[in-house]
């Protein structure tokens, strides 16, 4: 499973890889819309890509984690609703965009647009 992250222009691309690497920590890229928060999850790195090349601003720096099994249940206990998305679909000007900082079982594999 693949997720994007951004950090909404707070920090840069080197400094979300030490968070990775060092911390296991990353800024997952969440939504809200009708009061409730949604992750998007993705079934190949190019269309987390191109998703976030069509949503987000481009001064945000943005990319794609490979998830573990064992991270996602963590994550689907956590109060986000997870939507998959197949096509990098425009959602933009329709979602308030936010970030879920999620800590990583083992250190997780990141990559960028």
């Not at 064992?70 to 959602?91: N, T």
């Not at 933009?92 to 965009?97: H, N, P, R």
Request: charged fraction near 30%; hydrophobic fraction near 40%.
């Amino acid at each position: 499973m693949i997720f994007a992250f951004t950090t909404l222009g707070d920090m840069d691309l080197r400094e979300v890889f030490n968070e990775c690497r060092h911390g296991k920590f990353a800024p997952l890229l969440v939504y809200e819309y009708e009061g409730a928060r949604i992750l998007p999850v993705f079934m190949s790195a190019r269309v987390c890509k191109d998703f976030c090349r069509r949503n987000l601003p481009k001064k945000w720096p943005s990319g794609a984690v490979f998830f573990t099994q064992e991270d996602f249940e963590i994550l689907a206990k956590q109060e986000l609703q997870v939507k998959e998305f197949d096509w990098p679909r425009k959602i933009k000007g329709l979602v308030t965009w936010d970030v879920h900082v999620h800590e990583f079982v083992k250190t997780p594999d990141i990559t960028t647009g």
